[in-house]
């Protein structure tokens, strides 16, 4: 599967290189570069796009005001910001409304690619980086989330089942989680019954990335615990979403 790409930054060199760094990589290709954040919702709808390449200082919007349209527009598509503005505000935002990843200039190419890959990963439901380099990596992000939220570490409750009594897994690929897996499992029960939820709800709910929580609702499917349900609106791909089985 090629990861179908769309660069947003209006700085003519930035793009050129992004574009170049992209097209080096196995299963990614570039559709287009936009110089603007006006029209980046429209294009989407136009084109088949998996991932964005957004940055925040645009001529004309800011890139968070970018995702945050397309996010209430209904538009789940992978969007990642590449960009020099590492104010706390901005972070928390972008973290917020479900940015997949965030780079802040100047950056390595190690990195870009690592960030690509785990969208690679998180668009074919299947892990494209080192398990162990990933934990890290989504502690990390777990973290950052959290902290940017203001929030403390969850510690379950005394006394609540543990993954055993739920009938999940005891022993867990490398690069999940078992609190992290137990925190999905309790979002997709407390959607109710038959009630689909996405991976960006899941994520919201959590406090955790939507990559992550992407990687553990494909894992509770793959386990018969989770069914996968996509769902066709206006902009043609289906999201994916899923709805508790186990018990």
Known sequence: MTIKTLVVDDDFAVARMHRRFVEALDGFEVVAVLERGEPVARFLAEHEV????????????????????LRATGHDVAVVMVT?????????????????????????????????????????????TDPDQQELEQAEIDQLVRGAAGRAPEVPPAGAPGPAEQ????????????????????SLQRAGAGVDVSAREVAADCGISRVSARRYLEFLTGQDLAELRPRYGAAGRPEHRYVWTGR
């Open 50 to 69: 998996d991932l964005v390449l957004l940055d925040v200082h645009l001529p004309d919007r800011n890139g968070v005001e970018v995702l945050q349209d």
């Open 84 to 128: 020099a503005a590492s104010e706390r505000d901005t972070v928390r935002r972008a973290v917020g409304l479900g940015v997949d990843g965030y780079l802040v200039k100047p950056f390595s190419r190690e990195d870009f690619n690592a960030r690509l890959l785990e969208i690679a990963a998180l668009v074919q439901g299947a892990d494209a």
């Open 167 to 186: 009938g999940l897994p005891g022993r867990l690929p490398k690069g999940f989680s078992a609190p992290t897996l137990q925190l999905v499992t309790e």
